[in-house]
């Protein structure tokens, strides 16, 4: 982790003295919002596969299971695939999963098995908004069965989870002029304005109506009442102590910005060539290649440029505190990402004459508690 730069004596004076001016603002303003829905919250979980227990395969590879189905997508949202409708399950499946999208043309794909494949591994929750559009999206998910004796699989979510709206306050509400009744004087009928939410459809007998997006009320402030105090007076200490609470959370943001961390063990051709700790470069994005701009150098390459990259980045689950790391391969000439996936302890991949291993401090858990020792492999072709 980069070392800690502590906040000039300065900048917290001013964020002190910025938070009282807005705080001494609100105070004096006729407009107030009421208080907003709770939220991220989850808008909607939308299950797509049911959980199949373990039956005798038949010739291999083959396909079990497939579904095409449409979701209504919105940019606000998010989107999570797990195996439980909480956003929290991990996936599981013997032996590979393959999921698509129409509209974006991205897939994702996984292979549960270990690196001698004797095992189904476990998968944390995977973000796919990446791969959705706003509006429709017709997704394919396909489930294999690579090897015998059996086949299986945990359920699978769609979780569409709605995210904080920016809320602009109304004008001033200005009071009405007095009318003057009249022997013939009629009210005119108010028009009530309904809005129908946008269904979202899933194939195979399956509808989902998506929950309306909620809204952000604005009520015209009313009056204080008097008080023994002026209202300005009461604003400094609170707009203070709000102001230190914010000194406080934007030091705990400077000081936890994600970067690379665990060791990645790089072989040549099967043979040992160099270890690395990821943490003691310091950096959100790790590049391994040749020449400039490589953090992790091989020479034995024929030509300069970067092969792959290490990105690090905030967990895309609420309640994981832990970064997340992905690996991506790309084309030397062009820097295109060809294979973008997550990097887990233990995992393995080989491409061309190279091979990555990477170990985290902390190795995840299979579901017995015990430690993995098998790595997992992928080779990039």
Known sequence: MQPFKPISHTKCIFFHLL???????????????????TCPRIAKAIPIVSEITEQASGPTPAV???????????????????????GKGELKSD????????????????????????????????????????GENHLTITL?????????????????????????????????????????????PTNTVTSTPSPVVIVETQVV????????????????KESGMPLILLSIPVGLAVGFVGTLLWWQFLRTKPTAYGEATILYQGQWLTQVDLSQLGKE????????????????????GIIARIVTAPSSIQEVDTPEMRIEILDPSTEQVLENSALVS??????????????????????????????QTEEIV
């Not at 938070?19 to 829905?37: D, E, G, W």
């Not at 079990?64 to 695939?81: C, D, E, G, M, R």
Request: aromatic fraction near 8%; include cysteine; charged fraction near 15%.
């Open 95 to 134: 032996d590979l999963v393959n999921l698509s999208v129409a509209e974006s043309n991205q897939a994702w794909a996984y292979d549960f098995r270990n690196a001698s494949h004797t095992r189904i591994l476990t998968l944390p929750p995977q973000d796919i908004t990446r791969m959705l559009v706003p």
């Open 64 to 86: 079990f299971y497939t579904k095409q189905f449409v979701i209504n997508f919105q940019s606000h949202q998010k989107a999570i695939l797990a195996s439980t409708a909480d």
């Open 19 to 37: 938070t009282i001016f807005v705080m001494l603002y609100q105070s004096l303003t006729t407009v107030t919002l009421a208080q907003s829905p």
């Open 209 to 224: 109506t998506a929950t309306p997006t909620p809204t952000t009320v604005f009520v015209p402030a009313t009056e204080p």
């Open 346 to 375: 233990g995992r393995e991949l080989t491409f061309g004459e190279y091979t990555i291993q990477y170990h985290s401090y902390s190795p995840p858990e299979t579901d017995e508690g015990k430690t993995i020792g098998n790595l």
């Open 285 to 304: 994005v790790v590049n391994i290649g040749k020449g400039e701009g490589a953090d992790i150098q091989l020479d034995h390459l024929s030509a300069e």
């Open 144 to 188: 294999t069965d690579l090897a015998a004796p059996v086949f299986s699989t945990r359920a699978y979510y769609i979780i569409l989870i709605d995210q904080c709206p920016t809320a602009t306050p109304l004008p001033t509400v200005t009071p009405l002029p007095t009318v003057t009744p009249s022997s013939t004087a009629t009210m005119s």
